[in-house]
């Protein structure tokens, strides 16, 4: 029996890795057509021509257009929310925050500045973007909590969670109008200095 359940476990992970795969390599075009098109004027089926599948069949990996550019922003919270457990329990509030938020400082800066354009100069992904960062707030929030004392840690812990998505958003929008002239983590640590003053 344990064989057939390893096996089972087998095929679900090479299953698994060929989505991600697949997942990845239709964000990559789409993205590539986003930037050669433009994100609105690229319609889901010509992304679908691009990887040789149907629309229908596209529509299984991305619920929609915009998903393409912000769908793994959900997995990126995931990995923030590990990130601040991770770090030391002596760490103050906003120096756990900010430690935890290099995850995204490192993702935005290897994904280039091709998809932070897109994400801050348009609208449909700024929406969907904020989205995203509303479930972030959700998962980092209650672990922030727990490293407050005193009275109403919740309400504080939403504040400080909320304030920190706000300075990176910032910081990234600056960034990427600099064409990467800047650092990103320095313009984060401009932000979050420019709130805690």
């Known amino acids: 029996m344990?064989?057939?359940?390893?096996?089972?476990?087998q095929r679900e992970g090479v299953r698994g890795a060929a989505r991600r795969a697949l997942t990845s390599e239709i964000a990559v075009?789409?993205?590539e057509l986003f930037v050669r098109q433009g994100f609105e004027e690229t319609t889901v089926d010509q992304i679908a021509a691009e990887v040789g599948m149907s629309t229908r069949s596209l529509?299984?990996?991305?619920p929609?257009?915009?998903?393409?550019?912000?769908?793994?922003?959900?997995?990126?919270g995931y990995a923030v929310a590990a990130a601040l457990r991770d770090r030391p329990p002596g760490d103050a509030p906003w120096v756990a925050l900010r430690?935890?938020?290099?995850?995204?400082?490192?993702?935005?800066?290897?994904?280039g500045q091709q998809r932070a354009a897109m994400l801050a100069t348009t609208p449909t992904l700024r929406i969907a973007m904020i989205k995203k960062h509303q479930r972030w707030q959700e998962l980092l929030a209650p672990q922030l909590a727990e490293r407050l004392t005193g009275s109403e840690t919740d309400l504080r812990a939403q504040a400080l969670v909320a304030s920190a998505l706000s300075c990176l958003d910032v910081a990234a929008t600056k960034w990427t109008l600099s064409n990467g002239s800047a650092r990103l983590g320095a313009l984060l640590d401009l932000t979050i200095a420019a709130v805690r003053a």
């Open 2 to 9: 344990w064989v057939v359940e390893s096996r089972s476990v």
């Open 29 to 31: 075009r789409a993205v």
């Open 59 to 62: 529509f299984r990996y991305f």
């Open 64 to 76: 929609s257009k915009e998903d393409m550019i912000v769908g793994d922003l959900v997995e990126l």
């Open 99 to 111: 430690q935890a938020l290099q995850v995204c400082v490192d993702s935005l800066e290897s994904s």
